[in-house]
């Protein structure tokens, strides 16, 4: 099953930069990069954190591929 | 202590990772071409792993509570656990190769022993570190 990610376009909307993305959410730039790329599957709980810092729905950053 | 900032911490785990990694690679080379393989001080392995340990052990600690969380956070979890499942697989491997060659007398069973865990023991950190160093993120 494969996760889309819009965090990038999401985090860019909101004028953040990679690392000041992951300072808000408490984790490295590293994963965030891994996570907008989609070579690393975020937790729940990062999820959450994410669409919090970003003021959006979970949803919103990721959806299953068309199909699944 | 606050120079233990989140890239810092990062810095000592991959420094320490590469460390091991070309010691167990070189140890591993060296059980299998060394003239003398007595000479070579294989029970090094231990009190290396070990130092590395506390070194990492060290810097998770004395960090503030926050950076450690940063550094060590659920993306080097992921990609340290793919790294040690990596390291299984190539200890069965390894000794299945290694026997083989011992079989078919190759390689002493001494040298292909002694090469086959050093060697596979730098497999997890080799593979940690072309994860985070190889461009994928």
Same mark, same amino acid.
């Given at each position: 099953?494969?996760?889309?990610?819009?965090?990038?376009? @999401?985090?860019?909307?909101?004028?953040?930069?990679?690392? =000041?993305?992951? =300072? @808000?959410?408490?984790?490295? @730039?590293?994963?965030?990069?891994?996570?907008?790329?989609?070579?690393?599957?975020?937790?729940?709980?990062?999820?959450?954190?994410?669409?919090?810092?970003?003021?959006?729905?979970? =949803?919103?950053?990721?959806?299953? =591929?068309?199909?699944? | 202590?606050?120079?233990?900032?989140? !890239?810092?911490?990062?810095?000592?785990?991959?420094?320490?990772?590469?460390?091991?990694?070309?010691?167990?690679?070189?140890?591993?080379?060296?059980? /299998?071409?060394?003239?003398? $393989? #007595?000479?070579?001080?294989?029970? %090094?392995? +231990?009190? /290396?792993?070990?130092?590395? *340990?506390? %070194? $990492?052990?060290? *810097?998770?600690?004395?960090?503030?509570?926050?950076? +450690?969380?940063?550094? &060590?956070?659920? !993306?080097?979890?992921?990609?340290? %656990?793919?790294?040690?499942?990596?390291?299984?697989?190539?200890?069965?491997? #390894?000794?299945?190769?290694? !026997?083989? $060659?011992?079989? +078919?007398?190759?390689?002493?069973?001494?040298?292909?022993?002694?090469?086959?865990?050093?060697?596979?023991?730098? /497999?997890? &950190?080799?593979?940690? %570190? *072309?994860?985070?160093?190889?461009?994928?993120?």
């Amino acid at each position: 099953m494969s996760l889309v990610s819009n965090l990038k376009a @999401r985090r860019q909307a909101a004028g953040l930069t990679q690392a =000041e993305l992951a =300072e @808000r959410v408490e984790v490295s @730039r590293k994963t965030v990069n891994t996570v907008e790329n989609g070579v690393f599957v975020p937790s729940t709980v990062l999820a959450l954190k994410l669409a919090r810092a970003l003021g959006c729905r979970v =949803e919103d950053l990721f959806r299953l =591929e068309a199909g699944e | 202590m606050t120079f233990l900032t989140p !890239g810092r911490i990062t810095w000592i785990t991959q420094a320490v990772f590469a460390a091991l990694a070309v010691f167990f690679l070189g140890m591993a080379l060296g059980a /299998v071409f060394a003239p003398d $393989l #007595a000479a070579l001080p294989g029970w %090094l392995g +231990a009190p /290396v792993g070990l130092i590395g *340990a506390v %070194l $990492l052990f060290s *810097a998770a600690w004395f960090a503030p509570r926050r950076a +450690a969380n940063i550094a &060590f956070d659920e !993306g080097y979890q992921h990609d340290w %656990l793919h790294a040690q499942a990596r390291g299984y697989w190539a200890f069965v491997f #390894a000794f299945a190769i290694g !026997g083989n $060659l011992v079989a +078919a007398d190759i390689l002493p069973v001494g040298r292909a022993f002694m090469a086959c865990s050093l060697g596979a023991a730098a /497999v997890p &950190f080799v593979w940690f %570190l *072309a994860r985070r160093w190889g461009g994928r993120g």
